[in-house]
């Protein structure tokens, strides 16, 4: 298994090559790559949520070089974002995503 690694901001931008693609529903998706042993070694209470929950979506970047695998949180619009690297075939990274710091609904706290 990879062990855990948090993206930072400018790691996770990296990631993003628009348009991202909803491959949700494609069997090739993620390549089969099981992410449940990598999830269930983080911290949900270190990340600030309580829990992990189900596979929301699976978003693929333009130039097809990663999968974003969007894991529903117990808190709305807060997701895990696990990052796999399509080529190397591995689990890149992961990365909270808040949706309300992301849009400017909430400010993002110190």
Not at 20 to 29: C, H, I, K, P, S
Request: glycine letters at 4%; a negative charge; proline letters at 5%.
């Amino acid at each position: 298994m990879t062990a855990p690694r948090e993206l930072s901001a400018a790691e996770f931008a990296a990631c993003f090559n628009e348009p991202m693609l909803d491959v949700t529903d494609d069997e090739d998706a993620a390549l089969d790559i099981d992410i449940w042993p990598y999830v269930d070694s983080l911290d949900a209470k270190s990340l600030g949520v309580e829990s992990f929950d189900d596979v929301d979506r699976v978003y693929q970047d333009a130039r097809g070089r990663y999968d974003q695998i969007i894991i529903e949180t117990d808190r709305p619009d807060i997701f895990l974002v696990v990052v796999v690297d399509i080529e190397a075939r591995s689990i890149h990274g992961h990365r909270l995503l808040d949706l309300n710091v992301e849009y400017g609904l909430i400010p993002e706290s110190d």
